[in-house]
């Protein structure tokens, strides 16, 4: 599984991005793909996910309301759209796989398979 992100960049408080995720490699629709992120100095977060199989989705509650994480299958690319970012939404985003529809442990407990490189977000006036 190869997983290659891009959008990050440097966004003002209350601006939006949106970030990309190619996915190649997945073989069967029992999977979660999503994105964790990580801030300086701090552990790593779920943010939200979408199941392979059921196109459901999944948020932690700090991006509820202004991340939206959708599909594209014919283009293999998961997408967030982050709205009213804040200065604590700053981190490394990385894109993740992990191979089973659970979205608790992909966003709680992080049992990840298969990650990408990440792309650096950073909210600031």
């Known amino acids: 599984v190869r997983l290659v992100e891009s959008g990050g960049g440097l966004v003002q408080p209350g601006g939006s991005l949106r970030l990309s995720c190619a996915a190649s490699?997945?073989?069967?629709?029992?999977?979660?793909i999503g994105w964790i992120r990580q801030a300086p100095g701090k552990d790593r977060e779920g943010v939200a996910c979408i199941g392979g199989s059921d196109g459901r989705t999944w948020y932690v509650d700090s991006v509820k309301g202004r991340f939206t994480i959708s599909r594209d299958s014919d283009k293999n690319m998961v997408l967030l759209q982050m709205d009213n970012l804040e200065p604590e939404d700053t981190a490394v985003y990385y894109c993740a796989v992990k191979d089973a529809n659970l979205p608790y442990s992909f966003l709680h407990r992080l049992t990840i398979d298969h990650w990408g490189q990440g792309t650096p977000v950073t909210v600031s006036s």
């Open positions: 490699g997945l073989t069967a629709d029992d999977y979660c």
